[in-house]
């Protein structure tokens, strides 16, 4: 078998503890392309975890039969800071309770030192402008100073990922449909994995603001693009976000499914030998900006009035939020679509503070309130 399984240690920990990434590497090391897919970035999201299990045991079958042709890497758990985070028996392994870091928001933006090394270097042969760039992203994240532990996590992860042909981040959303985040750049080139997936959205995602572990993959190749236009710089990292539905939506069969779409994919692209079926008709390309991120007026009780894909319009009641204990009777107050489109997402726990996200809608037209950071945190 071609497999190699490495256990990377984390640094700046505290005495008597220990962390490590576990890397599973399919294929020589130096082979191209290069595939790197790991879950849960954010730790309590585990949906992903099966998947790459699932995904694993298929490669492994794969690997016997001798049907890697390249680099393929996983990472299992990418995130073992988050997984031990427990207080009082509730996993929370959104953010870093060290920092109070989301595990997926600020990853390192490395155009500015690559456009400030790379200068004149640069020339009219693609392939070797790849060959470049890969080597100088390696170089500035070997230098690349670590204060904190999760400094470490994130510069063991971008080591690994960021020279990759293809980045995939496994996640999940509170309760919801399987959807997809892409730069708008490399949509196209990437639509068979909505379509393997059966993703009911495809949401294409500039720059959001929070420097995403997807984001910071592949926007260091199209700021180089735009720094020297004279030269030919292609997208070396196609990168996505992968929303695998809803946090409760997890089994074996779903998971193995999923896991076989990404097998279909790897194949497609030539890192597994054998013929990939077509991929299915995928979901419409939708701007994020088009998507109504509905958040509640008050503190109360979710009363839902539509249903997960259900196809809603501008100002439908969608949800009542009732507050408990109101003086003269129950007090709701009506919540509405403002755009149509279809429910992609609902909040699982219902009862909710002001201002928290209760559900997300995924319409066509970009909406005016959508401007500037467009993620919910």
């Known amino acids: 078998m071609s497999r190699e399984i490495l256990d990377i240690p984390l640094s700046n920990g505290t005495p008597g503890s220990r962390h490590s990434v576990r890397i599973i590497r399919y294929g020589a090391a130096a082979a191209r392309p290069k595939a790197y897919i790991h879950a849960a970035l954010h730790a309590d999201e585990a949906p992903g975890l099966l998947v790459s299990h699932h995904l694993v045991e298929q490669l492994d079958a794969a690997d016997a039969r001798g049907e890697i042709r ?76 670590v204060r904190q532990q999760v400094d470490s996590l994130y510069t063991v992860l971008a080591r690994e990922a960021f020279d990759s042909d293809l980045v995939l981040d496994l996640h999940c959303d509170d309760e919801g449909l399987m959807h997809l985040f892409v730069r708008p ?135 009542d939020i009732v507050a408990p204990a109101a003086i003269g009777g129950d007090a709701r107050i009506t919540v509405h679509a403002r755009t149509d489109g279809v429910v992609v997402t609902r909040r699982l726990k219902k009862l909710v503070a002001a201002n928290q996200v209760i559900a997300k809608v995924a319409g066509t037209e970009p909406l005016s309130h959508r401007k500037g950071y467009l993620l919910e945190d």
């Open 185 to 319: 750049e490399i949509a196209a080139e990437l639509s068979d994995i909505s379509g393997e997936l059966g993703c009911r959205a495809v949401f294409s995602q500039g720059a959001s603001g929070g420097s995403t572990f997807a984001e910071a993959s592949v926007e260091p190749w199209l700021k180089l693009a735009a720094a020297y236009p004279d030269k030919l710089i292609p997208v070396g990292c196609m990168a996505a976000t992968v929303e695998l539905r809803g946090f409760v939506d997890i089994g074996d069969e779903m998971a193995a499914t999923d896991a076989s779409a990404l097998l279909h994919v790897l194949r497609r692209r030539g890192y597994i030998a054998g013929q990939a079926p077509a991929a299915p008709p995928l979901c419409d390309v939708t701007g994020f900006d088009a998507c109504d991120v509905v958040r509640t007026p008050a503190f109360g009780v979710i009363v839902y009035r539509v249903e997960l894909g259900e196809r809603v319009t501008s100002g439908q009641p969608i949800a």
């Open 70 to 145: 390249s680099q393929i890497v996983v990472v299992p758990y990418a995130n073992p800071l988050g997984l031990a985070q427990f207080v009082n028996g509730d996993h929370l392994g959104r953010y870093d309770l060290a920092s109070g870091r989301n595990f997926n928001r600020n990853w390192p933006d490395l155009a500015p030192e690559l456009i400030a090394r790379l200068g004149n270097l640069l020339g009219r042969d693609a392939d070797a402008n790849k060959a470049l760039i890969r080597e100088t992203i390696r170089a500035i994240l070997d230098e690349r100073c």
